[in-house]
């Protein structure tokens, strides 16, 4: 480990979203966008009297943020010739309820009929004085997630705008940065992955190839990071020139997050497969919601087993050494390598989606493509058992001579790791798609595209992480609010509409519908471990009930 004294006058931009959100809520701004200090607001009280409308919202919006709930308007009244408003009512977000929806998929039921509230009466043509009051709220408030409201969003937005630019930092910092060696005492370069594997050791010339201004926007990023969150970790690969080979970092978020969601994690290598500028390499997590959470970055300078086993490494050193059970890539012979050696007890497997949509590049020359492709999603999507994979696959195989293909023997070859009937029994928490019509979206889509610079993704990385951090907020608190429909009479359906959040509700409460619709079971069969019942289970088709026979193998 080196400790290398670094020219220290990181440069800070102006105060982004995310960077922000943490103070906006210790300042409140007037009108004139005068910054006054914070206090405890009172409790709206029968006759207070303000001198406008604004003045009476503004006042129990303030209270409502640091109670935590939403406000608005729930009725108006106003004098018909003049159109002037004379009394208004200010409602809890929560209060009321919505009107039923004729829609096929309706928004669930976020309201809660909440009572509390405040009236306002215009008085003396002059000032607004509030008449009625009710404080109690028939839900839970919590000023944990009060900048998710609507009627709090414009004061955020003006306090921001308000805030002065910070203080330059011209103090000097040491920075410390790694090398790989310091990774693990017990590790001896990697030299024998490549001669195991019979895989040339990689060009240790290579590096990031960074452009004028990308390394100082990456060391400046790093350097605040590190200053304003002790628990921001980052490791830097330095060959003997001292150039930059590899990079890592992760935030205390993403170190956090693993601790809830370290199941299964996917390492996204798109922007590698596709020669993208930025040799970006994901750690994708999902969470309580269904959502992707990011449990590290890092950029590698060179597509090989050396540099994918320090980056590994580089991840696992972050996560104190806990590594995941099940771990998903890409189909590529030096992730394959690499994790064996840095994760030998995960279940390593390859993401379908990325494998079927190579089709069309690796066999659309051939001829009777489009024959091919049926015959090889029949194979993928429909096999419920093993020997029905193994037969379609064969039939396809000879029936098109397709036996010297070299990349359907390579699929053909690492099957257990990518088609479903062998991953019946791998957790993935729907983190990959398993079904012929769904698709895959990244951590990153709509931040980076193919001719992306390091220093245009790290301006825009914290924008990112605000947006999902934000949309994990919200779903946080719809499924806080939400009345969960059940379907059925199973009391294991109430209960586990009380134990998961509404996205991974819905998901279980599909299975617990098939479950239900299942009248009669009988044991047909006992083959060794293997029990095979029939059941019965009523299916619509085309709008009448029927019965349908299915054989289910137990093991």
Known sequence: MEEVCLNSEPVFDEVNEYEGEEDCSAVEHDESGAKHSKKEPSQPTIGLEFDSFDEAYDFYNIYAKEQGFGIRVSNSWFRSKRKERYRAKLSCSSAG???KSEANNPRPETRTGCPAMVVIRLVDSKRWRIVEVELEHNHQVSPQIKRFYKSHKKMILAARKARPPPEPITELHTIKLYRAAAMDAGFNGYSNVSEREGINPADRSKHLELKEGDAYAVYNYFCRMKLTNSNFFYLMDLDQDGRLKNVFWADARSRAAYGYFCDTIAIDTTCLA????????????????????LLGCGFLGHESVEYFVW???????????????????????????????????????????YIMQRVPE????LKGFEAIKRQLNKAVYNSLKIVEFETYW????????????????????DRKQWVPVYLKDTFFAGMIPIQE???????FDGYIHKHTSFKEFVDKYDLALYRKHLKEATADMQSRNSCHELKTRCNFEVQLSK?????????FQTEVEG?????????????GSIITYIVKERVEIEGNEKEACIECPQL
Not at 437 to 443: D, Q
Not at 515 to 527: A, D, E, G, L
């Open 437 to 443: 019509n769904e698709s895959l979206n990244a951590f």
């Open 394 to 413: 064969a039939e396809m195989i000879k029936q098109h001579g397709l036996g010297e293909n070299k990349w359907l023997q390579t699929l053909y070859e």
């Open 311 to 353: 980056i590994f490494r580089a991840w696992l050193k972050c996560m104190l050494g806990r590594s995941p059970q099940v771990i998903v890539t890409d189909q590529c012979k030096a992730l394959k390598i690499a994790v064996s050696e840095v994760f030998p007890k995960a279940r390593h497997c390859f993401c379908l989606w």
């Open 274 to 293: 596709n020669k993208y500028e930025i040799p970006l390499i994901s750690f994708i997590g999902v969470n309580h919601h269904g959502q992707l959470v």
């Open 515 to 527: 479950m239900y619709s299942c009248f009669n079971t009988r044991q047909v069969s006992v083959n």
């Open 97 to 99: 309820f919505k009107k």
């Open 362 to 365: 690796k066999l659309g020359g």
């Open 499 to 507: 134990l998961y959040s509404k996205e991974i509700f819905i998901k």
